[in-house]
């Protein structure tokens, strides 16, 4: 790859692409709480309110938009939301561990959460929140599912995003795939790039599934399984 062509790869990934409405749709997540997790909250003390600073540096904050980088740190983070209640200061704590441990920035968009650094991450975060041994053990389980759902590149960075059909269930398809290259970074079946939201347009319009698969050359479940993500975000 080009110096171009990687500069223009790393644009990709990181402009203010997302409402934050539509990125928590993707991401199957609450947008209270992506909206915390972006912009940060207030918390009461006894000494009166404070403000828990951001999980995620949005690519804009007026407005406040994601970028397909700030999709993926979402993503993984809502793997330990989804079976154990996210600790903001617990997260921030182990990610800073991690990082200042082995020296790598924004830990959440790099490969090496499969390796170890993803380890330490995960050990330090289940001391914090006091997790048991087997609980721990379903936490790595449920983050290396998570994980198996973004695709990186020679450079270790997020390059493609395979967002669950159904809320977190674990599923080996990956026919539904959000590429900041294509369709603006909106999900389409990977296949034939046929946008998502088109295919469930014209289901509701009461075309049949054998029509619109004949007419973009899908398979019936590539579409079916286009018009599931699009009714369950």
């Not at 972006?38 to 006894?46: A, D, N, Q, V």
């Not at 997260?91 to 990082?99: C, F, H, I, K, V």
């Not at 269930?169 to 296949?191: A, Y």
Request: charged share 25%.
């Amino acid at each position: 790859m080009s110096v171009k062509q990687e500069n223009t790869a790393l644009s990709d990934r990181d402009v203010s692409a997302y409402a934050l409405a539509e990125a928590a749709r993707y991401t199957r997540l609450p947008p209270a709480t992506l909206r915390s997790w972006m912009l940060g909250r207030e918390y009461p003390t006894t000494e009166g309110v404070a403000q828990f600073p951001p999980l995620i540096r949005p690519a804009s904050l007026r407005p406040p938009l994601l970028s397909f980088s700030n999709l993926i740190e979402a993503h993984v983070l809502r793997s330990l939301r989804t079976e154990h209640g996210v600790s903001v200061k617990a997260l921030r704590n182990a990610l800073t561990y991690a990082e200042k441990a082995l020296r790598i920035q924004r830990l959440l968009l790099r490969s090496e959460l499969c390796t170890d650094a993803g380890r330490i991450f995960l050990d330090r975060y289940g001391e914090l929140i006091e997790l048991s041994a087997s609980g721990q053990l379903a936490m790595r389980r449920l983050f290396e599912e998570h994980l198996k759902r973004v695709e990186w590149d020679f450079a270790k960075l997020p390059v493609r995003f395979y967002p669950f059909i159904l809320g977190s269930t674990p599923s080996v398809d990956r026919s539904i795939v959000i590429d900041p290259r294509i369709s603006f970074g909106r999900p389409i079946v990977k296949r034939k790039g046929v946008s998502t939201s088109a295919i469930a347009g014209r289901i509701d319009a009461r075309e049949s599934i054998a029509d619109i698969a004949s007419d973009y050359d899908l398979t019936s479940s590539e579409v079916e399984q286009a018009a599931l993500y699009e009714r369950a975000a």
